[in-house]
Nanobody, 125 residues
Framework: QVQLVESGGGLVQAGGSLRLSCAAS????????MGWFRQAPGKAREFVAV????????DYADSVKGRFTISRDNAKNTAYLQMNSLKPEDTAVYYC??????????????????WGQGTQVTVSS
């Protein structure tokens, strides 16, 4: 089992930055790939980014490519999402998720085995 806890959300003006953290426990984070998703009110949960267990491979949604960066520190069992040049349309609850294997970079929600409780990000115009 893996437990995930997000932090770092908040209110920021358009053009600003935030860094989200996802602290993992229960199993060493070096044993699974991790991802970030988001869900805006009235919309489906959508893929944002994913990173393999060692950080060798990352993948991003087109909507955040060039603005967001996913990273991880396995020594701290923590994944991060650095969000720059934020836009009002980035407003959502952001969720950390984990695959059950090291190299899985699939994007579908149902492919992820573990989820955090989410953290709110609000970008004002």
């Amino acid at each position: 089992q893996v437990q995930l806890v997000e932090s770092g959300g908040g209110l920021v003006q358009a053009g600003g930055s935030l860094r989200l953290s996802c602290a993992a426990s229960g199993r060493p984070s070096s044993t699974y790939a991790m991802g970030w998703f988001r869900q805006a009110p009235g919309k489906a949960r959508e893929f944002v980014a994913v990173i393999t267990y060692n950080g060798a491979i990352t993948d991003y949604a087109d909507s955040v490519k060039g603005r967001f960066t996913i990273s991880r520190d396995n020594a701290k069992n923590t994944a991060y999402l650095q969000m720059n040049s934020l836009k009002p349309e980035d407003t959502a609850v952001y969720y950390c998720a984990a695959h059950s294997t090291r190299w899985d970079t699939r994007r579908a929600v149902y492919e992820y085995a573990y989820w955090g409780q989410g953290t709110q990000v609000t970008v004002s115009s």
